[in-house]
């Protein structure tokens, strides 16, 4: 049985007590990186063995753990933070595992998208999630065209070295519109900003808090590098 459960993604006190149980219990823990997970391992006594499954070894490391499951093992599938399956790549394995005939069982809990459209301000009840952008500017200004047409709240992730990038094209294709950001949810630093997207590339660009003083940006030093994780909506 596989069991996609749900970890926190900034404050470990976000851990359910079925999360926590269920960890304990199986024979085998997959996650993105090991060193991030035994940091939540440690901090809640769990002594299950943990096994690498990310990006660059899915496949192998996905085919090794269909074996164990078809043999009656049972492995909790986790990510970094938050939610399996959301824009990370925990898909295949699930899908891999329905196609053979396998169970899988959520154990919910946190996801940063719904955390920071609960408290984004923007109507909840109709959102289309778009995971992460394309990478290449002119894929993402084309991708953001197609969202632009869309009658609905719109939440995607960024990364620091493209969110000033990102925040351009925006402007570019959408115009200088409302939107919410929300960087580092839960954690320490936790910040929303709301406002317009001029706004947003004021206060990622120029003022402190987010900035990494002297760290040149992705594009060569136009900007300075915002840090954290983020979730963009409008």
Same mark, same amino acid.
């Given at each position: 049985?596989?069991? =996609?459960?749900?970890?926190?993604i900034g404050n470990?006190?976000d851990?359910t007590y079925?999360?926590v149980?269920?960890?304990?219990?199986?024979?085998l823990i997959a996650?993105?990186?090991t060193?991030?997970?035994r940091i939540?391992t440690?901090?809640?006594?769990i002594?299950?063995?943990?096994?690498?499954?990310?990006e660059?070894?899915?496949?192998a490391?996905?085919?090794?753990?269909?074996?164990?499951?078809? =043999?009656?093992?049972?492995?909790?599938?986790?990510?970094?933070a938050g939610?399996?399956?959301?824009?990370?790549?925990?898909?295949?394995l699930?899908?891999s595992?329905?196609?053979?005939?396998?169970?899988?069982?959520?154990?919910?809990g946190?996801t940063?998208?719904i955390s920071?459209?609960?408290?984004?301000g923007f109507?909840?009840h109709n959102?289309f999630?778009?995971?992460f952008?394309?990478?290449?500017?002119?894929?993402?200004?084309k991708r953001l065209?197609?969202?632009?047409?869309?009658?609905?709240?719109?939440v995607?992730?960024?990364?620091?070295?493209?969110?000033?990038k990102t925040?351009?094209?925006?402007?570019m294709?959408?115009g200088d519109?409302?939107?919410?950001?929300?960087r580092?949810v839960?954690?320490k630093?936790?910040?929303v900003?709301?406002?317009?997207?001029e706004?947003?590339?004021?206060?990622?660009a120029?003022k402190?808090?987010a900035?990494?003083?002297g760290?040149?940006?992705?594009?060569g030093?136009?900007?300075?590098?915002?840090?954290g994780e983020?979730? =963009?909506?409008?």
């Open positions: 049985m596989l069991y =996609v459960v749900s970890t926190p470990l006190g851990i079925r999360a149980e269920v960890l304990k219990s199986v024979d996650c993105e990186d060193r991030k997970t939540l440690g901090h809640y006594g002594k299950t063995p943990l096994t690498s499954y990310y660059y070894n899915k496949a490391k996905g085919d090794y753990l269909l074996r164990l499951l078809k =043999v009656g093992k049972k492995i909790a599938l986790v990510s970094d939610t399996p399956g959301i824009s990370d790549p925990g898909f295949p699930i899908k595992v329905l196609e053979a005939g396998g169970s899988v069982v959520s154990v919910p946190p940063a998208l920071a459209l609960s408290i984004s109507a909840t959102f999630f778009e995971g952008l394309p990478v290449k500017s002119g894929a993402r200004k065209g197609w969202l632009k047409s869309l009658e609905c709240t719109i995607f992730y960024e990364s620091p070295h493209r969110i000033l925040l351009d094209d925006m402007k294709v959408l519109r409302k939107i919410a950001i929300v580092e839960t954690k630093f936790e910040e900003v709301r406002g317009t997207t706004e947003a590339i004021e206060r990622f120029v402190g808090g900035l990494s003083v760290q040149a940006g992705a594009d030093g136009k900007y300075p590098r915002p840090k983020f979730v =963009v909506i409008f």
